[in-house]
């Protein structure tokens, strides 16, 4: 299934959600459903009028808006959708500024999040400290296979779409799992070589100089 979306395509919306605690107004309406300002300004240990304010501009940018209230007193915000999209690939100078803007707010809340899960990492499950952290592996692909590589995750990653909109599906060993994707590319572009050419990662006998040590196989791609 595909998940409800809200797209951001105006400069003006890009840098309205490129801050830390809309981001994480919204991340937590997504998780834990209506609210109001009071109770998310609990949640996140912030004051209510900031979140207030916070939670009007979200809905000026369409990614909040109030939810039907059981009581008269209570006014409770939503989010609009699950996710939130924005085009990376405009050649408007604007839109370029703006989306970087986000991405740079993004990656310090992934980094925060990040920090925090290592933290009280030894205190999970061996079976969850198992299939948890980090990795990374370097690939050499055209922008073409790179695109079909993530339709391809993305395909997988749809399989359980259902559960987060439906909680009913989930399991119950179930646990929420950030799955954080970055496909950072290189500065510089490696030059061409030919195909019968040796790896210039491996050391060969050809390839070494005779008056120094054998100095082994390089890793390639290592961080």
């Not at 998310?40 to 039907?68: D, I, M």
């Not at 986000?102 to 809340?109: D, H, I």
Request: one cysteine or more; charged letters at 25%; a neutral charge.
């Amino acid at each position: 299934m595909t998940l409800p979306r809200v797209k951001l395509s105006d400069p003006v919306a890009l840098r309205g959600y490129a801050h830390p605690l809309r981001m994480a107004l919204i991340g937590l309406l997504r998780r834990e459903g209506p609210m109001t300002a009071t109770r998310a300004a609990t949640r996140l240990s912030e004051n209510v009028p900031n979140c207030s304010f916070h939670l009007r501009q979200l809905a000026k940018y369409g990614l909040a808006e109030r939810a039907p209230a059981g009581d008269a007193r209570e006014r409770p915000w939503r989010a609009t959708a699950v996710v939130t999209s924005w085009d990376d690939a405009s050649d408007d100078p604007q839109m370029r500024a703006a989306t970087d803007a986000l991405n740079a707010t993004q990656l310090a809340l992934y980094s925060r999040q990040a920090e925090q899960f290592i933290a009280r990492r030894a205190d999970e499950p061996a079976a969850w400290r198992a299939v948890t952290g980090f990795s990374d592996d370097p690939l050499y692909v055209t922008a073409d296979e790179m695109a079909a590589l993530t339709g391809r995750i993305e395909a997988l990653l749809a399989d359980y779409h259902d559960r987060v909109t439906d909680p009913s599906r989930r399991p119950a060993d179930t646990r929420r799992v950030t799955l954080i994707r970055l496909a950072l590319v290189d500065a510089n572009p490696l030059p061409r070589v030919r195909a019968d050419a040796p790896d210039p990662g491996l050391h060969t006998p050809e390839a070494a100089d005779p008056t120094t040590p054998d100095s082994g196989r390089a890793v390639l791609g290592e961080q």
